[in-house]
């Protein structure tokens, strides 16, 4: 089974803070996402990466950066976290040159800015 | 980019009713998805349906990509059921495979 894991479940930072929320997968993926989910408007792309090392900005990139040191391992980063930011975060992962039957989603991270 | 629509936004049943969701979307796709996230947060493949008619169960899926559009039918609803209901949507963007999301469907179904 394809395994797409998240640092955390749930997570409380305060105003300012640097973030960093994890995703891991372990079926040798080449692209993975990161979404932030929001009540009534859907899944919003932040980022993704096909590659390690790549990435490629979303619709609502800013606020955020990311990091791909490793094929498995996607890290997304809120260098000074913000109220605006509390969200539901959802990662994913899918194989190079395929769509959505291999696209996989970890659990999701709810984080709460205070 | 693309645009998805998907009505109703919200949708109370009672338990055993039917229902029907649909998603619009604005532009040619390659692909198109429908998932169920659960109250856990939990996102779970439902169907990939660029075209044509599927069923599982309870559920089936009709896309009808000249017109741009799909629909989700759950029948006999169950308690289970509830949740949010997202349809996705792919282009082709260099070798990736870019997906958009409608805003969902949130239904709720009562015992």
């Known amino acids: 089974d394809v395994k797409v894991t998240q640092s955390s479940r749930y997570l409380v930072k305060r105003t300012g803070e640097k973030v960093f929320l994890e995703c891991v997968q372990d079926?040798?993926?080449?692209?993975m996402f990161w979404y932030r989910q929001d009540p009534g408007l859907g899944l919003r792309l932040i980022y993704f990466?096909?590659?390690?090392?790549?990435?490629e900005k979303g619709d609502i990139p800013e606020g955020y950066s990311v990091s791909r040191e490793k094929k498995e391992r996607f890290s997304l980063i809120l260098e000074s976290a913000s109220t605006n930011q509390t969200s539901m975060y959802l990662c994913?992962?899918?194989?190079?040159?395929?769509?959505?039957?291999?696209?996989?989603f970890g659990p999701g991270t709810r984080l709460t800015v205070l | 980019g693309i645009q998805v629509e998907q009505s109703p936004p919200d949708l109370i049943l009672q338990e055993g009713a039917n229902s029907t969701l649909r998603c619009n979307f604005s532009?040619?796709?390659?692909?198109l998805q429908w998932f169920h996230q659960n109250p856990w947060g939990q996102l779970i493949n439902l169907f990939y349906i660029p075209s044509g008619t599927k069923q599982n169960g309870r559920l089936s899926a009709t896309t009808v990509a000249t017109e741009r559009y799909s629909l989700l039918y759950i029948s006999s609803s169950q308690t289970t059921d509830s949740g949010v209901y997202f349809c996705a949507v792919e282009a082709r963007s260099g070798g990736s495979y870019i997906p958009t999301f409608g805003r969902g469907t949130s239904l709720i179904v009562h015992p």
């Open positions: 990466s096909y590659d390690v090392k790549m990435k």
């Open positions: 994913a992962s899918s194989q190079a040159g395929t769509d959505a039957r291999s696209r996989f």
């Open positions: 079926m040798d993926h080449e692209n």
């Open positions: 532009d040619s796709v390659n692909n």
